[in-house]
């Protein structure tokens, strides 16, 4: 165990699909990360995200995604924690994807978000991403539910929600640019996930971590 992964065992963990590793970045991955963000997201004549916050600069969204990182590591406590970690496809960094949780421990239940850049779309990377934190939170630390969510015109996302398992779970209104739009909340068990499981997933370096996610 290298001297970091003692303090923070997260930076242990690694999470591998057929094509893709997923980790928490380093320096240089965070900033690569963060430099994807700057050359774009998605079509800028849409907006995904209810926290606009792929409309700022691209300078605004690089830093933005630094600080985003910066204050989950900070903020983090087994009551209320956030992972994000970068996806690397042969190397490069291609995305991120985030799992999340409040009172884990008693609840069970995870949320989950991601984005791609925007060059690295149409692949099923999203999918393998997803799939993965899938793995990690049913088969790793035992939840009852994972819970996601997606605006009605998001076809990419829905696609890949539908494609895991997840079950419609109401709507919710929001505003986003100024006009009403209408979320999909979506909810997936352990046997739906296990009925739609498709992508093989390696999990490294969980044990040490379990205590840091509210597992005992």
């Known amino acids: 165990m290298s001297l970091m992964s003692s303090h923070w065992p997260l930076a242990g963990l690694r999470l591998t699909t057929p094509r893709l590793e997923l980790r928490l970045p380093g320096p240089d991955e965070l900033a690569a990360l963060a430099s994807l963000a700057a050359e774009g997201v998605h079509d800028p004549d849409v907006q995904p995200f209810t926290v606009a916050w792929t409309d700022a600069a691209?300078?605004?969204?690089?830093?933005?995604?630094?600080?985003?990182?910066?204050?989950?590591?900070?903020?983090?406590?087994?009551e209320n924690w956030e992972l994000n970690l970068v996806a690397l496809h042969d190397g490069v960094v291609v995305g991120t994807q985030g799992i999340s949780a409040r009172d884990f421990a008693i609840r069970r239940e995870v949320r989950t978000g991601s984005w791609l850049g925007r060059r690295h779309h149409g692949q099923g990377l999203g999918t393998e991403m997803r799939a993965a934190v899938l793995q990690l939170a049913f088969a790793g630390l035992a939840a009852r539910h994972a819970v996601s969510g997606a605006y009605a015109d998001n076809t990419a996302s829905l696609g890949v929600s539908g494609k895991l398992g997840y079950r419609d779970d109401g709507i919710e209104h929001h505003v986003v640019r100024e006009q009403v739009a209408v979320l999909r909340r979506l909810r997936l068990g352990p046997e739906q996930w296990r009925e739609h499981r498709s992508v093989p997933v390696e999990i490294e370096g969980l044990r040490e971590c379990l205590p840091w996610f509210g597992v005992d």
Do not use: I, M, S, T
């Open 58 to 78: 691209p300078e605004q969204r690089a830093r933005g995604v630094l600080q985003y990182h910066w204050r989950c590591w900070g903020e983090w406590r087994p």
